[in-house]
Nanobody
Framework: QVQLVESGGGLVQAGGSLRLSCAASGRTFSSYAMGWFRQAPGKEREFVAAIRSSGGYTYYADSLKGRVTISRDNAKNTVFLQMNSLKPEDTAVYYC???????????????????WGQGTQVTVSS
């Protein structure tokens, strides 16, 4: 069982930056691939970024490449999402998720992840 708690969301002006964190419980964090997804009101949950258990491979949504960076600190059981040049359309609830790397074929697919956090709200004002 893995519990995930996101933090770092908030209100930011367009062009600003935020760094989201996701703290995980459990001793096997380093064996999980971690992903960030987001969901805006009235829209489906969409993939943002993912990172494999070792941190050696990262994946990004094409629409966000160059503006977001995912990283992890396995010693601190934490995954991060650095977001720059934020736009109003980035407003959403951001969720982190954990999946077992060995079982995953598509790191951008929400159904591949077993555990989810409660989400953190990011609001970008124009």
């Amino acid at each position: 069982q893995v519990q995930l708690v996101e933090s770092g969301g908030g209100l930011v002006q367009a062009g600003g930056s935020l760094r989201l964190s996701c703290a995980a419980s459990g001793r096997t964090f380093s064996s999980y691939a971690m992903g960030w997804f987001r969901q805006a009101p009235g829209k489906e949950r969409e993939f943002v970024a993912a990172i494999r258990s070792s941190g050696g491979y990262t994946y990004y949504a094409d629409s966000l490449k160059g503006r977001v960076t995912i990283s992890r600190d396995n010693a601190k059981n934490t995954v991060f999402l650095q977001m720059n040049s934020l736009k109003p359309e980035d407003t959403a609830v951001y969720y982190c998720a954990a999946g077992i790397t060995a079982f995953m074929r598509d790191f951008g697919k929400a159904s591949e992840y077993y555990y989810w956090g409660q989400g953190t709200q990011v609001t970008v004002s124009s």
